[in-house]
């Protein structure tokens, strides 16, 4: 059963600083990798998404990594701003056996906070 | 980017009362729409997949007499919470699938059982 991972579950960091949350995932059998953001009460916005084939992906201040055969991804935020304030929540897509369809299993989240 | 609503936001009910969920992609047609469930500090599990005109696959542990689950159209799916009881209060989001395959979210749906 696949299981996702973050850490930390909580970080608070000061305006400017650049900064890497972690994700963690226990079958390396996924077809991509994403990240989103939750900011609260509201659903998810894609920020990246990494194909099992690709090392990162890159948006503006944000970098991605993916290590499929140690089951890790990191999510690289520069200069951040307070703005950024969010939960960052990472999910794999996985095929699940027995005829089920694709899903994405999701982390628990990494609630961020950045202060002025 | 594509847009996935979802009605209502919020919404309080009494216990033993049903309460309908509304999901719908406004610009374009999904292909698959999934219905997840967030508890506070939780990560986001996913209920049931459905594909228009055909009956939804239910996770493990997901009782479909309780969570009605209706894909009329390729932009709409409902979810029905029948007989709500405290327990089931949660973040209720769906999500739409497109042909690209692209998967996009809704806002979440707030649902509070007293």
């Known amino acids: 059963k696949q299981e996702v991972t973050q850490i930390p579950a909580a970080l608070s960091v000061p305006e400017g600083e650049n900064l890497v949350l972690n994700c963690s995932f226990t079958d390396s059998a996924i077809y991509n990798l994403q990240w989103f953001r939750q900011d609260p009460g509201k659903g998810l916005t894609s920020l990246l998404l990494i194909q099992s084939s690709q090392r990162e992906q890159t948006s503006g201040r944000l970098n991605a990594s993916l290590d499929k055969s140690s089951g890790r991804s990191t999510l690289y935020i520069a200069a951040s701003q307070p703005g950024d304030s969010a939960t960052y929540l990472c999910a794999v897509r996985v095929s699940l056996t027995q005829g089920g369809s694709e899903k994405l299993v999701f982390g628990k989240g990494t609630k961020l906070t950045v202060n002025p | 980017g594509a847009v996935v609503s979802q009605h209502p936001s919020r919404v309080i009910c009494k216990s033993g009362t049903s309460v309908k969920i509304e999901c719908r992609s406004l610009d374009f047609q999904a292909t698959t729409m999934f219905w997840y469930r967030q508890f506070p500090k939780q990560s986001l599990m996913l209920m049931a997949t459905s594909n228009e005109g055909s009956k939804a696959t239910y996770e493990q542990g997901v009782e479909k007499d309780k969570f009605l689950i209706n894909h009329a159209s390729l932009t709409l799916s409902t979810l029905t919470v029948t007989s709500a009881h405290p327990e089931d209060s949660s973040f209720y989001i769906c999500?739409?699938?497109?042909?690209?395959?692209?998967?996009?979210f809704g806002p979440g749906t707030r649902l509070t059982v007293l």
């Open positions: 999500s739409a699938r497109t042909w690209a395959d692209t998967q996009y």
